[in-house]
Nanobody
């Protein structure tokens, strides 16, 4: 079993930055691809970014390319999402998850990000 806990969300003005963390416990996630997703009110959950187990391969949704950066520290069992140039439309609950192909075995409880205009 893997437990994932997101943190780092909050209220920020448009153009600001936040860094989200996803801390894993119960089992190492060093062998997992990890992903960040988000869900805005009234919308479906959507993919934001993912990172390979080694950290060498990353992939982003088009709407965050050039603004967000995903990284990981396997020694700390933690994945990060650096979010810059935030926009009001980035407002959502952000979740991390383990990724195996199209299967997401473990999810965190989410952290709220609110961007004011």
């Amino acid at each position: 079993q893997v437990q994932l806990v997101e943190s780092g969300g909050g209220l920020v003005q448009a153009g600001g930055s936040l860094r989200l963390s996803c801390a894993a416990s119960g089992r190492t996630v060093g062998s997992y691809t990890m992903g960040w997703f988000r869900q805005a009110p009234g919308k479906d959950r959507e993919f934001v970014a993912r990172i390979s187990w080694s950290g060498g391969i990353t992939y982003y949704a088009d709407f965050v390319k050039g603004r967000f950066a995903i990284s990981r520290d396997n020694a700390k069992n933690t994945v990060y999402l650096q979010m810059n140039s935030l926009k009001p439309e980035d407002t959502a609950v952000y979740y991390c998850a383990t990724v195996r192909g199209s299967t997401y075995d473990y999810w965190g409880q989410g952290t709220q990000v609110t961007v004011s205009s």
